[in-house]
């Protein structure tokens, strides 16, 4: 919607500064005056187009007709929006109001993309400060038969008096449904099951080497479940069962009213800062203590790895308009932070992705080089629903320790993957934890093709784990992504740890590398939360240290390591010393 501030005023005087955008309009600079004028300060906002120009030059012909001025002054004024268009359609939208009311009036124009000085003397009486808001106006039933239209439906529309009545029919293949995912039982000597559902305390599962496993979507979601067999309970330890009745059975799980993890942490300096948006924590000084303590911590571990990591910073917002940052965006969803400045419209990062990755792709690097890593302690934001929140663990802005591995090729990958995820584990061991693994596979052929990768897994925590195979999609880049558990005091499955291989956003981003043959190639990107984000971590801390009879978190993140208690005041200097 167009936004429009009118002012009748005795004059303006304008003087362009410096350039403000690089697409600032060529002019020669110099100061400008207007007398007795009507001065329109115009905001053009995302989505506005051409049809909106008739209707903005008709409200600001009809306040100078009302004024009784022969000059208009039109000012480009970003301010009046938090969505503006881009400087280009804004440019070429101004030009056509300018054009269009030059039929009527004599017409100013101040310089577009330029910082400017102004002068203004505004008149006093009621007419002289209006504004306006300029939007299409829209056929509502017009804009449905569109989409209906659009989208292939079959449809009626009929109107009774003053009512409107749509039919729409449906159509096979026409209407889309979100798909149910298999989830898979898989074993370390190599037994997979597909589960089905639930009886008698046992699970429904179906052998999946009877299957075929290309098949295996519409099985879930259209095929009749025939020959399946049971399988106990009793070979499956009780925190996998949590995590295959949340994932696999889709059990409800509430949250607790009292939640004795928040209460501690709060005890600690760990809060919510009420007046920021929902999900938003302050950290107190114990609390920021332990925040930069992991922090440092999580660098140690990843340089524990035994391949080049190197330590990056940077920007937390990243253009939403154009270029591969947009395109992986479309890949993430809906819960995005977003916000627009007088240069373009922006995503606050979701994760460190975008900042490394522009860093690599101005490398050069050699197959000598790989693979190695890049870590920043980000500050990341994601949209969650404000009924979700979880202080510690939830939350739209957090801390993350995010780490990317530059590798060549998958069976490079392979081998750091594995020892990425073998220092994922041995991390929660040492607070005396363990977790249970949640593995995504990117299609069906995948967990064909990279089934030795899964293996691996498996067979090194030799126990089983709950695999997922998503419905085939050409947009997605990863091909695995594990999601690693715990199992929280109120017996909820919390993700903690984070790895995944991703094959798409090397070529997306242009991160290249020259191999042996002096060819280029596109690097595999291992993304990786060892620790996981810092709050996380902190949180898996405080719901381990709450099941020990004398809750205690480890010394080396407790802010308050000694205290020295005099017995009597005498003693005070002593003990300062």
């Not at 293949?173 to 898989?186: A, E, N, Y």
């Not at 479940?225 to 994932?247: N, P, R």
């Not at 584990?425 to 069906?444: A, T, V």
Request: charged share 30%; hydrophobic share 40%.
């Amino acid at each position: 919607m167009m936004k429009l501030l009118l002012l009748h005023s005795d004059f303006i005087e304008i003087e362009p500064t410096i350039r403000a955008i690089e697409e600032a309009e060529n002019i020669e600079k110099g100061k400008i005056r207007i007398e007795n004028c009507l001065v329109c300060f115009t905001s053009i906002e995302e989505g506005d187009s051409e049809e909106l120009v008739e209707e903005a030059v008709k409200s600001i012909k009809d306040v100078a007709e009302k004024v009784k001025v022969d000059r208009i002054v039109i000012y480009p004024y970003v301010h009046l929006t938090n969505k503006p268009a881009k400087p280009s359609e804004a440019y070429r939208i101004l030009l056509k109001i300018e054009d269009y009311i030059k039929k009527y009036f004599e017409v100013y124009r101040a310089p577009f993309g330029w910082y400017k000085e102004f002068t203004i003397k505004v008149k006093g009486h009621p007419l002289a400060e209006l504004s306006r808001t300029i939007s299409k106006r829209v056929d509502t039933i017009e804009e449905i038969e569109k989409f209906l239209s659009k989208n292939n439906f079959e449809y009626n529309i009929r109107r009774e008096r003053d009512r409107v009545f749509i039919e729409i029919y449906h159509k096979e293949g026409k209407i889309h449904k979100k798909l149910k995912k298999p989830h898979i039982i898989l074993y370390p000597d190599g037994r997979e099951y597909l589960i089905v559902g639930e009886e008698n305390g046992k699970l429904k599962v179906l052998d999946v080497k009877r299957l075929d496993i290309n098949k295996i979507i519409d099985l879930v979601n259209n095929g009749e479940i025939l020959g399946y067999e049971l399988l106990e309970k009793k070979d499956i330890s009780k925190d996998m069962l949590t995590l295959i009745d949340k994932e696999a059975l889709e059990k409800p799980m509430q949250e607790n009213e009292r939640n004795i993890i928040r209460e501690a942490m709060e005890k600690f300096g760990f809060e919510w800062e009420l007046n920021s948006d929902y999900g938003h924590m302050r950290y107190k000084p114990y609390a920021a203590i332990m925040l930069d303590l992991v922090g440092l911590y999580s660098i140690k571990v990843a340089k524990e790895l035994g391949i080049p990591i190197y330590v990056i910073k940077g920007t937390n917002m990243f253009d939403l308009n154009e270029g591969p940052v947009a395109e992986h965006a479309k890949l993430f969803g809906e819960r995005m932070y977003e916000l627009y400045t007088d240069k373009s419209k922006y995503v606050l990062r979701y994760a460190a992705c975008f900042q490394q990755f522009s860093i690599a792709k101005d490398l050069i690097i050699s197959y000598r080089d790989l693979p190695f890593g890049m870590l920043e302690i980000a500050d990341s934001y994601r949209f969650e629903q404000s009924g979700e929140v979880i202080l510690g663990f939830r939350l739209r802005k957090f801390t993350m320790p995010d780490l990317h591995i530059f590798c060549k090729n998958i069976e490079e990958s392979r081998k750091v993957f594995l020892s990425v995820h073998k220092k994922i584990m041995e991390e929660i061991k040492k607070i005396g934890r363990d977790y249970e693994l949640l593995i995504n596979l990117g299609s069906p052929e995948f967990y064909q093709k990279y089934k030795e990768i899964v293996m691996d897994i498996v067979r090194d925590i030799n126990k089983p784990v709950l695999v997922v195979i998503y419905p085939p999609a050409d947009e997605r880049y990863w091909i695995i992504n594990i999601e690693y558990n715990i199992i929280d005091i109120f017996g909820r499955p919390r993700e903690i740890g984070t790895t995944q291989i991703d094959i798409g956003n090397g070529k997306r981003f242009g991160i290249k590398y020259i191999d042996e043959k002096n060819q280029e190639n596109y690097v595999i990107i291992l993304h990786n939360a060892i620790l996981g984000s810092v709050e996380r971590y902190i949180y898996a801390l405080f719901d381990t240290a709450l099941r020990k009879q004398k809750p205690a978190l480890p010394l080396w993140i407790t802010p308050v390591q000694v205290r020295i208690i005099p017995v009597k005041k005498e003693f005070n200097e002593y003990c300062y010393k």
